[in-house]
């Protein structure tokens, strides 16, 4: 699926998503606002090496070192929309999204984990 995160790299007129494939995933899940909120002060925010990792990734990113950040919570959370929680491995995103219904997205991740079990 493609991403957009909304940071654009100095040398870009716009922004560019980027890829992040289910497979690279064990978890995609709907957060309302205030869970997107909770996630983010008790899960997140104690975890120093989380934090730190976000900042060295999203800087390595916009200057071109990395093809995407590993962690980002950029433009989260938000009361117009939804948040969805990313989750796998090496990978970290709450992402916030346009309106409410974010079911096809699951419903994808869901066919897919079941079609490679």
Same mark, same amino acid.
């Given at each position: 699926?493609?991403?957009?995160?909304?940071?654009?790299? !100095?040398?870009q007129?716009?922004t560019?998503?980027?890829?992040?494939r289910?497979d690279?995933?064990t978890?995609v899940?709907p957060?309302?606002?205030? =869970?997107?909120?909770?996630?983010?002060?008790?899960e997140?925010g !104690?975890?120093?090496?989380?934090a730190?990792?976000q900042?060295?990734?999203?800087a390595?990113?916009?200057? =071109?070192?990395?093809a995407? !950040?590993?962690?980002?919570?950029? =433009?989260?959370p938000?009361?117009?929309?939804?948040?969805?929680?990313l989750?796998?491995?090496?990978?970290?995103?709450?992402?916030?999204?346009?309106?409410?219904d974010v079911?096809?997205? =699951?419903?994808?991740?869901e066919?897919?984990?079941?079609?490679?079990?």
């Open positions: 699926m493609a991403v957009d995160l909304r940071l654009r790299r !100095p040398e007129a716009t560019e998503p980027v890829l992040l289910f690279e995933l978890e899940r957060l309302s606002y205030v =869970g997107a909120r909770a996630f983010l002060r008790y997140v !104690p975890n120093l090496d989380l730190a990792r900042t060295r990734d999203v390595r990113y916009l200057k =071109g070192d990395i995407r !950040p590993g962690v980002c919570t950029i =433009g989260t938000t009361m117009a929309g939804t948040d969805v929680l989750r796998g491995p090496e990978l970290l995103c709450l992402l916030a999204v346009d309106g409410d079911a096809d997205l =699951g419903n994808a991740f066919a897919q984990r079941v079609g490679h079990a």
